[in-house]
């Protein structure tokens, strides 16, 4: 961190709680964060690109209440049973349990997605420079590469829509404990379907979070083809052959 926030110190919230519903091939049970990509469950590969950065303190994973996977499973980071039943849900209550081990509302978090398991070290790091002075916060993003269509509501096309000023919203997303917890209590209160990633509950309270681009290689693993492309990635990076 600066020397302006050194006071303020920085945690990673990893929501690992899903079931990954559009994920899983028929009869499949296993939750896709714990699904073996290279070599290794999906999660593992999320906690690596963390632990590999230096300036986060700790690193708090949120599991479904009775999960016990971590318990079969060592990693650099503390584990706890209080996921919800929405990734908000999952999220705030996270956020209440850093405050229980201490952290205070200027603290930053970092909150990322335990499928979306391609981010690497730099980009974690390329957020927390471009935001760690900034006075609201911010997320990666990813402009649209395609044409932009606006559906009609029976499969055909209603409109091109401008998108040159279009991102989609990536993980992870920085704010300061405090605010993002107050911002979440509220959304979950008046909107919860609509709260379907931080920035989302921020922007509700009228400000305006940093767009820091991210790549296409941070996707989420969501539907069944991902799985391949996030192997191959991950292969690659290891300098494996296809
Ligand atoms: N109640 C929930 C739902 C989701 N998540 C987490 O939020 C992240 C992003 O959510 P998504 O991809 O939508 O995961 P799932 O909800 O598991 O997937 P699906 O919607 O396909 O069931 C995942 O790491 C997931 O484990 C969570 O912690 N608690
Ligand atoms: C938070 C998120 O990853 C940002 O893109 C995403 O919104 C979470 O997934 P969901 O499919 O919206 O639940």
Redesign the pocket.
């Known amino acids: 961190m600066s020397e302006s926030s050194t006071a303020q110190r920085l945690y990673a919230l ?11 091939a028929p009869g499949a049970t296993l ?3 714990y699904q073996s990509i290279a070599g290794q469950p999906m ?1 593992m590969h999320t906690l690596a690109a963390f632990a590999a950065v230096p300036a986060i303190r700790d690193v708090l994973v ?3 209440p009775g999960d016990d996977f971590f318990e079969h499973h060592s990693a650099p980071c503390v584990v706890r049973d209080c ?5 908000a ?3 705030r209550n996270g956020l209440h349990d850093l405050f229980e081990q201490g952290a205070r509302g200027d603290d930053w978090v970092l909150v990322h ?4 398991c391609l981010v690497t070290p730099s980009q974690i790091e390329a957020l927390v420079a471009a935001c760690r002075d900034d006075p609201v916060g911010g997320l990666l993003a990813h402009r649209l590469p395609d044409t932009l269509k606006q559906e009609d509501g029976s499969g055909r096309v209603a409109a091109t829509l401008p998108r040159d000023d279009k991102w989609l919203a990536q993980t992870p997303q920085m704010f300061r404990i405090g605010l993002l917890s107050r911002a979440l209590d509220a959304a979950l209160a008046s909107d919860p379907d609509a709260v379907t990633d931080e920035a989302s509950a921020i922007e509700a309270l009228g400000l305006a979070p940093r767009l820091v681009p991210g790549g296409a290689l941070n996707f ?3 539907y069944p083809e991902d799985f391949a492309l996030a192997e191959q990635v991950l292969r690659g990076r290891a300098g494996e052959k296809p």
Not at 14 to 24: E, L
Not at 83 to 87: F, Q, T
């Open positions: 990893i929501p690992c709680a899903g079931s990954g519903s559009r994920a899983q939750a896709k964060q999660v949120v599991v479904a996921g919800g039943d929405s990734r849900r999952s999220v997605d335990a499928a979306r989420k693993v969501t």
